[in-house]
């Protein structure tokens, strides 16, 4: 009963809430509270984990993200789940009595013997766990797509989220150029991110973005990624973005002048 009044309370604070629920992999008090500190959101996600099912129930706003998004931080603290499994380096670092079995990447271990179609999904989902910028990648371009569409409070949240993945990079497993690029740009991006979260002027968002494009091409430039990234130009606020797609969408102005840009390079 308890559990059910906190979920009600919970989806009255979130909007378009759902919830959901997932397994994920831990073993204490301490663990729970970690889960818990990782996923959860204000006024946008609230994660209530059980240390004896080990189940998590997930409310979520719908409008503002998802359980992947949820369950990759989560990971990115060092807990397993069904879905998405921690870099060894975070589980590694859990205190002594949080380091539970690690059921799940076991029995993936075991469908990839079974199977070359699972073999081949187990690789794709280890390369992305090893590549630590994908995630900050992915959290950018949400930003960007926030900021295209002017929605300053989503703009933060997504700031957020890339303020989180830029911090659990770990620089010593970066190849030699990533390495070198990320000592130099660090510092600049959390900084730019941490002041666009805590804010919701879009115009002092935008301002930061600037900044924040410019270290993540110098980044992106460095980092091996499977498709093309478009490096895009507007000639109003004399700035750069990158985007996952060619067409131009411009996050410094959202509708107002939405195409008003171009390509100026392009990544592969």
């Given amino acids: 009963m308890t559990l059910l009044l906190s979920i009600a309370v919970s989806n009255a604070q979130i909007k378009n809430a759902k919830t959901e629920k997932v397994k994920i992999f831990g073993n204490c008090g301490m663990c729970e509270t970690n889960i818990e500190k990782a996923g959860n959101l204000k006024n946008t996600a609230i994660v209530d984990w059980d240390k004896d099912s080990k189940i998590a129930t997930i409310s979520y706003d719908t409008a503002k993200t998802n ?41 993936i271990k075991m469908a990839v013997n079974e199977s070359t179609d699972m073999e081949s999904n187990y690789s794709v989902a280890m390369q992305e766990q090893t590549n ?64 666009i979260s805590e804010t919701q002027d879009v115009k002092v968002q935008r301002e930061f973005f600037k900044s924040v494009s410019k270290n993540m091409y110098e980044l992106m430039k460095v980092s091996k990624e499977d498709t093309p990234t478009y490096y895009q130009y507007c000639p109003m606020v004399k700035a750069n973005w990158l985007s996952k797609e060619n067409e131009v969408k411009n996050p410094y102005y959202g509708s107002k002048m939405l195409t008003c840009g171009s390509t100026v390079e392009t990544i592969k």
């Fill in 67 to 107: 359980p992947d998004e949820i369950l990759k931080r989560i990971a990115l603290a060092g807990y397993d789940s069904e879905k998405f499994l921690a870099p060894d380096t975070k589980y590694d670092k859990l205190h002594a009595c949080c380091q539970y079995d690690r059921d799940a990447k076991e029995l």
């Fill in 132 to 195: 630590q910028l994908k995630l900050v990648f992915d959290d950018y371009f949400a930003l960007k797509d926030a900021l295209v569409k002017t929605d300053a409070a989503m703009a933060s949240i997504k700031a957020k989220d890339l303020f989180v993945a830029i911090n659990a990079v770990e620089m010593e497993t970066l190849k030699m150029e990533e390495h070198m690029v990320w000592m130099k740009v660090y510092k600049n991006l959390t900084s730019d991110g941490k002041k």
